[in-house]
């Protein structure tokens, strides 16, 4: 069995929870918690509730270390600092720092002899594969990433942490114009704000500057400068009516010619009913390599272009081949 740590239990953590109990081959150890462990309630029975200040008291006790906290501000710290004592994953998610995390986060995992994989989700992590593949499979041609419309969680979040904010749900949108002209294989030239716009539903406490959370919003980089954004204020009670659902989804086309007049567009889609467990479950999938490769001293920080498919699967390798291939 593989034993499984939770760090942080918001959407995502209940997400890698529900993914837990689909796999056989995993446990889930303990759920570890900045809030009163005891005001905590889990869906898993046989696993406890810690406070974080007591994680190092499960250093032999758990294979894996699934860190479920935020891009902004959350994962550049948490992942180098547990990446010491344990093996960590995490869907670290700011596109412009991965490269920077990635470094930050090997220093730690190499040295001490531990295995760490970060930007592990759809996008980046799935999305990633397809660019990746699908670019060296067609070399002369372009990609093209658009992503919902859904809730992204890691902007939601980055905006929940403003000064004056109670609560938030960012919902990406395509540009539907820039879309249809991608997929009829014209290759646009496509700028950032042209592809998407940011809508932003915000909950601000009683009193607050709502025209400075605004500004902060909009001038926010990496998250919404570069993008059309709109900003709503609305009541808590409407949030909890309209935006309770978190959807997501989105596309990675590649278009390309193999000879002149000779064309192809790829295309690979999800539409996603619960953005948190599906990327729980991407998540969880990919602890399962993680300890595989932890137990060959593959150490070091990894990302989803180290990881060989066969390590992903529950199946053996002859199934593989048998049933798959």
Sequence with gaps: M???GIYGYGNLGRGVEKAVKKNKDMELVAVFTRRDPKSLVIDTPTAKVVNINDVLNYKDKIDVMVICGGSATDLPEMTP??????????????????????????NSAEVTKHVA???????????SLNRCIMSAVLPDGKDYTFWGKGVSQGHSDAIRRIKGVIDARQYTCPVEKALEEVRSGKNPELTTRE?????????????????????????MPNYFADYDTTVNFISLEELKKNHSGIPHGGFVIRSGKTSDGVNHI????????SNPEFTGSILVTYARALKRMYDRSDYGCKTVFDVAPKDLSKESYIDLLKHTL
């Design 266 to 273: 790829v295309e690979y889609s999800l539409k996603l009913d």
């Design 195 to 219: 592809k998407h716009t940011r809508l932003c539903y915000v909950v601000a406490k009683e009193g607050a500057d709502l025209a400075r959370i605004e500004k902060e919003i909009k001038e």
């Design 117 to 127: 994989i970060i930007s592990v989700g759809w996008d980046p992590g799935m999305f």
């Design 81 to 106: 600092a547990l990446a010491k004592n344990f093996n960590v994953i995490d869907s670290f998610d700011t596109h412009a720092n991965v490269p920077s995390h990635y470094n930050n986060v090997n």
């Design 2 to 4: 593989i034993r499984i």
